[in-house]
């Protein structure tokens, strides 16, 4: 049957059996088809205008569509810019490699989250030393670099600046792919921070722990966890209670599950609440007195509706019993459920009846009518059932060694290994989303995603160098907290937002934390730690809210209204609003560039009469006609209008556009003076080399005289704080020098003075 | 080569979403449809053409596509074929079967003048002239190797009616190659 080449097919044979003459011609045509392999130049360019295509948002794919901001980029260049920067193809040189392409999903974004993670995905194995090698984002920005397969994940160690126009660049020499082709050109990745003015950041807040509990009884040992109970009041697995007079609680619960309103199950063999020292399931209601649950419990959560509360509690015979009560403490003795021969280490609630537990083998379920189903077990070597997702649907496995848990599906078994998750893994309050310490990698890194997707974002964490525990996870898994423990080991209580990793507030701790809670809303903080005698005490922190936007001190509300107003319409060309906004002196129309991209206030101030300047820079973000930022400075006076009650912009003048130079620039610089002290915050949009900062800073008084002052930079906020002792009053200037470089050695742009303020 | 089902179910649910993955189904798929798209053009500046429309179009509507149990190929060779008749219908007159005859030589066996380029691309020309659905037929089952249970979901025909067309196109194939004489102008 072999015939030319060695083709064969069965179904022809069939098909002609008894027409040999109609298989002859299929092995002929076979044969003579026609051979052709597609040019690699057509295949890449086809590739790129399909990506194109795709990012302008054909079809349904929202992902793909782009926000109202990039409009600005203009059809022309959607057509050229996206294709030679959106997708990124390369033909290699190797003759047995295919190319390599690679796609940012934030190339030629407007209004990119600051606090954003750049993803770059190549569609194969790539060097990753040679990437790390040569990967630069201007302004200089210092960042991790992570892998997920093939997708690269550049995380900003300090977040990204806002309103700033970025550069990816990978250099054609880094872009090696595992097999060792070599792409033949460089990746190019532009985009911008989100078009808002800069806020003037700040050190996170920090949280004021205080011990739970109006007598400071502590906790049995160092044993328990906590949990946040419906009503906001805190929960310890295992709380101490002391009368008054220092004796042990003298309530005993009976035996009768009367007070249960539906859980039937026999209460015979239902732990007492222990009466003294052993700890209790135990609520310490918001200025209220402690009262107990249940007994100690090796796990506890409340129903859904807030109604029950469920614990295992020691059965005393090397098990556990797994009891339901009433939340508000009034049903004594609790209820019953059922025994496990095994401790139980985790429960939740899968709805209002149903319980789901697991010795760390075995996942069962049990309802308020004592009845059990086991649900899964796991294999012999599959590892332990850690933690469950509330709501009892999916469930964390421990690696049985090592680090690679997984996550199960509990309904299906289906597994799917968290990369390099070992014991920190927390779940949402809702169940949707789990967050995990990938330990197999160093530094550690956290990790984020859906339950019900496979697709993790790795979370920008402060530190690199330091380990990360005790993960927890508020209600809708946007905000998290953790004990990060530095090289130093000093350790501090971290809330951070999820993914971003943007800290909300920062508390070094010395006492040993463990066991977070972090309340459904995200607003209270709870751990264990050990007080100065030596007692392990639950304690408890408000939680502050972000930082506040800046609002220049001593502008007047409506000058700065106007100042802003004015701003925004010059990046929108809202020539009409801009003519409402000015003077008759002052011609905004003539003095505005066209195709803003953004813009913002780098500085204003009050002058002697009332008027304010104030600096402004204005920004046309790369496009397809001119491949670098495009920048003007402005200089703005705004003054009272014959009301009184208004500002107009009495005075605009502004340089010609020019293209940005490289290095770092000032993005804004805001004062305040209090108790004779004057402080000015400058921000940057670059991470600086810190040791180049005090030197390049200059303030001087109204007469050119330098003033004493001192400079702390922070690179976290990329601001410095330059403060002057005693300073005049009346108008300073900061002056900075271009002996400032960031951290690729850039010096500034270019010398930067600017008059601030001393108003308090 | 065909991806694992379920991880090609998941990369089309993704690449409704997810530019990169829609370049991955691309980068999985190109060869397969440039060659199937060359091989009914044996153009290549046509191939290049169509193969560029077959996946836009499938851009364009894989918000709507449903696997049906069906491997994606299914579906980007049903936009091939599809764009191959629109190609034909606008730009290629259909040759005559005298034509086609006229030029061929009965005498010589048909497989010593496989080797020969030209006589290669005038069988795939006799192809060209059969009905839209056989050529297609022809086509994905001697161009790409394809099963018959494939080339139905593709056609949208059963097993059976495959069988049929790649019969029927065979005989035309060799009518229109001179290798047999039409029964209709015999004696």
New interface residues.
């Given amino acids: 049957m072999s015939w030319m080449g060695g083709w064969f097919d069965p179904e022809l044979e069939e098909l002609f059996r008894d027409e040999p003459e109609l298989m002859e011609t299929a092995q002929q045509v076979r044969a003579a088809r026609p051979q052709s392999e597609p040019d690699p130049r057509f295949q890449n360019r086809l590739r790129a205008q399909l990506i194109a295509e795709a990012s302008r948002g054909h079809g349904a794919r929202s992902w793909w569509r782009l926000g109202s901001t990039h409009a600005a980029w203009g059809g022309a260049i959607l057509g050229a810019a996206l294709i030679g920067a959106t997708v990124l193809t390369f033909v290699s040189n190797h003759p047995q490699d295919k190319t390599i392409t690679a796609i940012s999903a934030v190339t030629a974004e407007h209004a990119v989250d600051p606090n954003n993670v750049i993803q770059v995905k190549f569609n194969q194995p790539m060097n990753k030393t040679a990437i790390a090698k040569g990967l630069r984002i201007q302004p200089a920005t210092v960042v991790t670099l992570s892998w997920i397969g093939n997708n690269l994940e550049i995380t900003p160690v300090h977040h990204l600046t806002g309103n700033t126009p970025y550069t990816v660049t990978i250099p054609q020499s880094s872009l090696v792919a595992a097999t060792g082709a070599v792409a033949t050109t460089e990746i190019v990745i532009p985009f911008a921070t989100a078009p808002t003015p800069p806020v003037a950041r700040t050190a996170p807040p920090t949280l004021t722990l205080s011990t739970v509990g109006p007598q400071g009884t502590g906790i049995d040992g160092a044993n328990g966890t906590l949990l946040f109970a419906p009503d906001g009041s805190l929960v310890s697995t295992a709380g101490l209670l002391q009368t008054a007079a220092g004796t042990p609680p003298t309530a005993t619960p009976t035996q009768s599950a009367t007070p249960s309103p539906s859980p039937t199950a026999t209460p015979e063999g239902v732990p007492d609440n222990a009466p003294n020292g052993a700890g209790n399931l135990v609520d310490y209601a918001a200025g209220g007195k402690p009262f107990a649950l249940t007994a100690a419990a090796s796990a506890a959560a409340y129903s859904p509706n807030g109604t029950y509360v469920a614990s295992a509690v020691d059965d005393g015979k090397g098990g556990s019993t797994i009891v339901v009560t009433l939340s508000d403490g009034s049903q004594q003795p609790p209820t019953r459920l059922t025994d496990s021969s095994t401790p139980v280490t985790a429960l939740t609630w899968a709805s209002n009846d149903r319980i789901v537990y697991t010795d760390g083998t075995t996942i069962n379920e049990v309802d308020l009518s004592g009845k059990v189903t086991t649900l899964f077990t796991v294999s012999a070597s599959g590892g332990t059932v850690g933690t469950f997702a509330p709501g009892g649907s999916y469930a964390y496995v421990l690696p049985a060694s090592g680090t690679g848990g997984s996550l199960l599906d509990i309904a299906t078994g289906a597994e799917t290994v968290l990369q390099g998750s070992g014991t920190e893994v927390g779940f949402s309050g809702d169940g949707s989303t789990v967050l995990w310490a990938d330990q197999s990698a160093t530094p550690n890194r956290f990790w984020t995603e859906s339950v019900t997707q496979q697709a993790p974002v790795s979370m920008s964490l402060l530190n690199a160098n330091a380990t990360y525990s005790n993960i927890a996870v508020d209600q809708d898994g946007d905000e998290a907290a953790y004990l990060m423990t530095l090289p130093s080991n000093v350790e501090e209580l971290v809330v951070a937002e999820v993914p971003s990793g943007t800290p909300i507030a920062i508390e070094p701790v010395t006492s040993a934390p463990s066991a977070l809670a972090l309340s459904p809303g995200g607003d209270h903080i709870a751990l264990l730690g050990t007080d100065s005698n030596g007692i392990v005490q639950v304690q408890q922190a408000s939680v502050p809210g972000a930082t506040a936007a800046h609002v220049a001190p001593g502008i007047p509300a409506a000058a700065n209204s106007t100042l802003h107003a004015f701003v925004e319409a010059q990046v929108n060309g809202d020539l009409a609003t801009l003519g409402s906004l000015s003077g008759p002196n002052a011609n905004a129309a003539a003095n505005t560039p066209q195709n803003l991209s953004r813009a913002y206030v780098i500085s204003s101030y009050v002058e002697p009469k009332g008027v304010v300047s104030a600096s402004v820079e204005l920004i046309v973000d790369p496009n397809a006609g001119h491949t670098s930022v495009e920048v003007a400075s402005e200089t703005l006076a705004l003054a009272p209008d014959s009301s009184g009650s208004t500002y107009v912009v009495t005075r605009i003048a502004s340089t010609p556009l020019r293209n940005e130079a490289s290095g770092p620039h000032v993005v804004a610089v805001n004062s305040s003076t209090q108790s004779g002290q004057t402080t000015l915050v400058v921000s940057f949009d670059s991470d600086l080399n810190p040791a180049s900062v005090e030197g390049a800073v200059t303030v001087l008084d109204s007469n050119g005289a330098t003033l004493t002052s001192s400079t702390v930079y922070d690179a976290d906020s990329r601001t410095a704080t330059v403060t002057i002792a005693n300073a005049p009053a009346g108008a300073l200037t900061l002056d900075i020098s271009t002996a400032l470089i960031d951290v690729y050695g850039q010096t500034l742009a270019h010398p930067f003075q600017t008059e601030v303020g001393t108003s308090s | 080569m065909t991806l694992p089902r379920a991880y090609e179910d998941q990369l089309v649910e993704r690449a409704?979403?997810?530019?990169?993955a829609?370049?991955?189904l691309?980068?999985h798929y190109?060869?397969q449809i440039?060659?199937f798209v060359?091989?009914r053009l044996?153009d290549?500046e046509a191939?290049?053409d169509v193969?560029?429309e077959v996946?836009?179009k499938a851009?364009?509507?894989?918000?709507?596509y449903k696997p049906a149990g069906h491997p994606f190929s299914a579906w980007l060779y049903q936009i091939s074929v599809n764009a191959i008749n629109d190609h034909y219908r606008s730009r290629k007159p259909t040759s005559s079967l005298d034509s086609a005859v006229a030029v061929a030589d009965p005498a010589r066996p048909?497989?010593e003048?496989?080797v020969d380029s030209a006589?290669?691309?005038r069988?795939?020309e006799a192809?060209d002239d059969l009905p839209p659905q056989q050529r297609a037929a022809?086509t994905l089952?001697?161009?790409e190797?394809l099963?018959?249970a494939q080339i139905g979901e593709i056609l949208g025909k059963s097993e059976g009616a495959v069988?049929l067309l790649?019969?029927r196109g065979?005989?035309g194939?060799?009518l229109r190659?001179g290798?047999?004489v039409p029964i209709e102008e015999k004696g």
Avoid: C, N, P
């Fill in positions: 409704k979403q997810d530019a990169g829609f370049g991955e691309y980068d190109f060869g440039y060659r060359f091989s044996r290549q191939a290049e193969t560029s996946f836009f851009l364009r509507a894989i918000g709507r048909v497989d003048r496989v006589e290669a691309a069988i795939w192809i022809m089952k001697l161009g190797d099963k018959l069988k790649i019969h065979m005989i194939v060799r190659l290798v047999v």
